[in-house]
């Protein structure tokens, strides 16, 4: 995880009011401890007034370690938390030491949080349960905790926004415990809740996409596409990192098509999503399918299958394909013979055309009757083109037959008759001479 993007993320995200000192000698006002022991507070002030993020967590760590149960423990532990992060350290020791002296500790709460936010979670770690149980004990605490934290100094309409952007942090933590337990429903009701605070947050975004679309059975990728391309089109403080965003905008670009078939509509979807937080509700992107469901048949750029298919389906839209595009137009195939009736001058050839059927025995899916009588050969088993007029189906199982057809491959040459011998007379012998009327 990088800890400096995290650190930012709290700067900018989560109010720097949650986490400023106090000046240089001088304990934290709202606690109002004071420290009795003139060498204690020696070591105390020195620690506050260290500038260096990592010498400063240096010199608390050797102050708490010194005096355990310090009056301003709490607060040491909240400054070395601090100092940890800002030097890219790892800030959870010290939050986790923080709610064991105070469970309610909002500073500690908030860290943790978004440290789960950030961290990957993987299915195999041994530790992955127990990671998930703690961020939603701590999500939870936070949520309950919220309510009532009002630090001093701070202006009511920062604290709000602080506290808002608090709330949206521990609801999008729910909602990644909701995910990490395929939980996708209520992942989606966290993230949107979170959303819906703070509308301006790319982030939140993306995970409610991510959400949405691994829902199971049916992903909503409608949606889940919408979320995505406001996380990619918001800009300001709560943007994506450059490199973040170019590698969410082409998931949403690969998504989209993949989904849809073209790229057709996506600039207007993204244009859409940076104007508004959520669609509206009639909001849908039809799917690949769909479009092709609506799109009016043309027989000739359809396979026998596809046509088989639409024909054997029925419904409006087989009807239309039939009566409107098919009924009476002559259609040319190819197809390996089944059958020829009569052996002699044959009128009528049944052919299989699909794959599926040309695997069955004696199985055919096309029935040609033919407008002469077939002059030459036409081997069973052998493929043959043919064309015919669309006269009539049957939908079960399929079999589409033609008229005033005409087989104009694969016909051979019939074979040659043969002569009966002419009969002679055997050598030396007359015929017999023929009788005289009586």
């Known amino acids: 995880m990088n800890r400096c993007s995290l650190l930012l993320l709290i700067v900018l995200g989560l109010a720097l009011s949650l986490f400023a000192q106090a000046p240089a000698g001088q304990a934290p006002q709202q606690q109002k401890k004071q420290i009795t022991d003139p060498e204690e507070y020696k070591v105390y002030v020195a620690a506050l007034n260290e500038q260096s993020p990592a010498k400063k967590t240096e010199l608390l760590d050797a102050f708490l370690k010194k005096y355990p149960n310090s009056v301003v423990k709490e607060d040491a532990l909240e400054l070395k938390m601090v100092s940890e992060l800002q030097a890219g350290r790892d800030g959870t020791g010290s939050a986790r030491q923080l709610l064991q002296v105070n469970p309610g500790n909002m500073r500690a709460l908030i860290i943790l949080s978004n440290i789960f936010l950030q961290t990957p979670l993987s299915k195999s770690d041994p530790q992955f349960q127990q990671k998930v149980s703690e961020a939603e004990q701590v999500a939870q605490r936070g949520l309950k905790e919220l309510p009532s934290f009002n630090p001093p100094n701070i202006p009511p309409a920062d604290l709000q926004k602080t506290k808002q952007a608090t709330e949206a942090a521990f609801l999008q933590a729910l909602g990644q415990v909701a995910l990490a337990r395929d939980q996708f429903p209520a992942a989606s009701e966290q993230f949107r809740k979170a959303a819906e605070i703070t509308p301006d947050d790319a982030s939140v975004f993306y995970r409610l996409g991510d959400s949405l679309i691994k829902e199971r059975p049916a992903p909503k990728y409608s949606q889940a596409l919408w979320s995505f391309a406001r996380a990619v089109m918001l800009e300001g403080p709560q943007a994506l990192p450059p490199a973040g965003r170019q590698q969410i905008d082409a998931y949403l670009r690969q998504t989209y098509v ?127 083109e043919f064309v015919g007029m669309a006269n009539s189906f049957r939908p079960d199982p399929f079999v589409l037959v033609l008229v005033d057809g005409k087989v104009t491959a694969g016909v051979e040459a019939p074979e040659p008759v043969k002569k009966a011998p002419v009969k002679k007379a055997p050598v030396g012998k007359k015929a017999p001479a023929a009788k005289k009327p009586a």
């Not at 087989?318 to 009924?327: A, C, I, V």
């Not at 059958?339 to 025995?361: G, H, L, M, Q």
């Open 258 to 384: 993949k989904f849809h078939g073209s790229e057709e509509g996506l600039e207007a979807l993204k244009q859409q999503a940076k104007s508004q937080p959520f669609p509206p509700p009639d909001f849908k992107i039809l799917s690949r399918a769909e479009i092709e469901a609506t799109k009016p048949f043309d027989p000739a750029e359809m396979s026998f299958e596809d046509i088989a298919k639409a024909l054997a389906a029925g419904g409006p839209r087989g009807q239309q394909l039939w009566d409107g595009k098919m009924k009476g137009q002559p259609l040319k195939l190819a197809g390996k013979v089944v059958s020829v009736t009569p052996a002699k001058a044959a009128r009528t050839v049944r052919f299989a055309v699909n794959d599926e059927t040309k695997a069955k025995p004696e199985a055919f899916d096309v029935e040609l009757t033919l407008a002469n009588p077939l002059t030459g050969r036409l081997p069973v088993g052998k493929d043959a």
